[in-house]
């Protein structure tokens, strides 16, 4: 399923405090100006000898120095206005005689060897206090970035905004229009929107359960792999309910700080209950419900801490009010036992990966959304599509549509949409690939081996399409089968046939040019892989039968297998495995070389054409 990305005013993002500061200290200066003008710096005037003279007879100066760098008289004296100003004079003359006379028989007037700058009050408290105050803070704000910047991003309540402690960051959605989702835009997924609809209806309808005595779930877990819908379902719950929606990520209750987790996890819950009836959805819980092992110095870690918030919260609310709680993950075997039993996430809906009818219903859902070029076979492009989730099967009808425009056209096509398919499967053409005539004839010669032993195979899939051009994601051709209708189960003969299947282009290079080259390193893989399964996790072996000799973990994310036996059943295995890959090895050559007149003439007509549809493909070798 496509993630809807929500549409949500935002509010502009608060000024720094550093604003503010600069903001004060600017008021500060011009309040310092106003209030004590001419203090800031000295202010001083010029005047004569002989006014210098006549100021003393009059009583005005009250302080005298020598500057004797610049050979000047300085001296303090009142003004016009009865106020101390600054002035200086000339050289001290020859009769400095009659000046010493004057200044000793004044004895209001100080004689020094320097005038001291007088300071503003208000600027000594700003030098003194204030300015010593904001360097530490521009320091700690400094130091505070640069730790956010160290660990990948900001801290969700942290050292930069001391108010945000405890708040918990979630984005709420009141109105339907907000999620913009409903379960009209939710395909594929029948059976989880069948036990999801009974939680819309709780909402619509509360008395009706009540009545009988019936008790809403506490909290739904939806399970599945990446990109099938589980969001988009919560989002589409809400839609449906009409409730306002608080949405989560199970990442953001993780603090650098103890404590801070919980608070979050409480705010959370204090929200959701003042705004009940509500839907509270945490994306990818298993962030904060992981087992606890022990291992957090004494269960004191921010992670337990938050988690038993989040239990004690969810005993703690009414279910009667409303409240529901959403979660999605796609690891459901790590949470925490006590998250999973009955009273806190009551129900389980899978959200697996859909199936043929469920791929079709998907592909016309966002196939709404593009001009299509009259009517498309969704039905051919859902079996092309085996295994690919809802996201992905959205990002073929984008692809299809982008092909579109690079083609100029105003509509897309099937074709558009069957490129797009060998594009997110192999990559995009690369059809600046130099290859020698060589090389090309050997991967002619190793898609058709491929073809040929698929095609001479019963159970097997049948060839829709051979191409040697080479792709993005490295590979040099490939050749594609695709079954007729959804296919669930396989068989051991199956199984066998698909491993010869892939042994058949390393075949081909053996019966044809007598020696090998490191084409076949995917369809080693792949047959390695599958002939291990064979033997370790189906059973399909008469020596160790019914026997599960490997352990699958994180079955929604590829599935890490590992093997749970001694080491003298490993070296069987390993033998067993060996053994299944070199008789179907053996097939795929006895296939060939009783059908090399074949495969020389399909090989010759792929290095014409560069790419083979499966009728064209069946047509030559039936002739």
């Known amino acids: 399923m496509q993630e809807v990305k929500e549409d949500k005013k935002t509010t502009p993002p608060k000024k720094p405090l550093f604003f503010y500061y600069i903001i004060a200290l600017i008021i500060l200066m011009l309040l310092n100006a106003l209030l004590f003008p001419g203090l800031l710096e000295r202010q001083v005037t010029q005047v004569s000898y002989d006014t210098f003279l006549t100021m003393i007879d009059q009583d005005r100066v009250s302080q005298v120095a020598w500057e004797t760098d610049e050979e000047q008289m300085v001296f303090i004296a009142k003004n016009e206005a009865g106020q101390d100003a600054y002035y200086k004079t000339g050289v001290w003359p020859d009769d400095g005689q009659r000046l010493l006379e004057q200044l000793r028989s004044n004895e209001d007037i100080t004689f020094e060897a320097s005038i001291p700058t007088q300071a503003s009050p208000l600027m000594s408290f700003i030098l003194t206090w204030v300015l010593p105050i904001f360097i530490f803070i521009l320091i700690g704000e400094v ?83 990446p990109g099938t ?12 309910s009409k409730v306002p929606f608080f949405s989560i990520s199970g990442s953001e209750f993780v603090e650098m700080f103890v404590g801070m987790g919980a608070a979050k996890v409480r705010d959370l819950f204090k929200q959701a209950n003042e705004k009940a009836p509500c839907i509270v959805f945490i994306d990818e819980i298993d962030a904060i419900g992981k087992k606890r092992d022990g291992s957090g110095m004494g269960g004191n870690d ?39 039993r009955p009273g806190r996430f009551d129900r389980r ?21 593009v001009r299509l070029d009259g009517d498309v076979d969704w039905d051919a492009i859902a079996r ?47 059809k600046s690939a130099v290859i020698s005539p060589e090389e090309k004839k050997i991967v002619a010669y190793h898609e058709i081996g491929h073809a040929l032993v698929a095609a001479a195979q019963t159970h097997s899939a049948p060839v829709t399409k051979i191409t040697i051009v080479p792709r993005t994601s490295g590979a040099l051709g490939y050749t594609m089968q695709v079954d007729q209708g959804e296919h669930n189960l396989m068989s051991r ?10 042994t058949g282009g390393r075949a081909a290079e053996e019966v044809v040019f007598h020696s090998i080259t490191t084409g076949a390193s995917n369809d080693i893989e792949q047959a390695t892989k599958l002939a291990r399964a064979m033997i370790t996790r189906y059973g399909m072996t008469d020596e160790f039968d019914m026997v599960a000799l490997e352990t699958v973990t994180n079955q929604y994310l ?23 890959v070199k008789q179907a090895h053996q097939k795929a050559l006895r296939i060939l070389r009783e059908n090399e007149d074949k495969l020389h003439r399909l090989a010759g007509r792929l290095l014409e054409q560069e790419t083979l549809t499966g009728e064209e493909f069946m047509a030559l070798l039936n002739e």
């Open 143 to 225: 130091l505070s970035r640069a730790m956010v910047k160290r660990m990948g991003g900001n801290l969700p309540g942290g050292m930069g905004n001391a108010m945000t402690f405890g708040k918990a960051n979630a984005k709420v959605y009141v109105e339907e229009a907000q999620t913009g989702v409903t379960f009209a835009d939710v395909a594929g997924q029948e059976e989880a929107k069948e036990s999801l609809l009974e939680v819309v209806d709780f909402l619509h309808e509360p008395g009706k359960y009540a009545q009988i005595g019936a008790k809403l779930p506490k909290g739904v877990l939806l399970v599945g792999p």
């Open 229 to 240: 819908g589980k969001t988009l379902l919560a989002k589409a719950v809400a839609g449906e």
């Open 302 to 340: 921010e992670r337990e801490q938050t988690l038993n918030q989040l239990l004690a919260e969810m005993d703690g609310f009414d279910a009667t009010k409303g409240v529901v709680l959403l979660a999605a993950t796609n690891r459901p075997e790590s949470l925490d036992p006590a998250l999973l």
């Open 349 to 369: 809906v899978p959200v697996e990966l859909p199936d043929l009818e469920g791929r079709k219903a998907i592909l016309k859902v966002h196939g709404r959304h």
């Open 384 to 430: 092309a599509t085996a295994g690919a989730s809802g996201a992905e099967l959205a990002n073929i009808v984008n692809e299809g549509a982008l092909r579109a425009v690079r083609m100029d056209r105003k509509t897309v096509t099937e074709a558009d949409l069957e490129e797009s398919v060998e594009t997110v499967i192999a990559g995009a053409q690369r």
């Open 493 to 502: 003969e199956e199984v066998c046939n698909k491993i010869a299947t892939l």
């Open 558 to 580: 590829g599935g890490d297998a590992s093997l749970a036996c001694a080491g003298e059943t490993a070296a069987r295995v390993d033998a067993l495995v060996v053994e299944t």
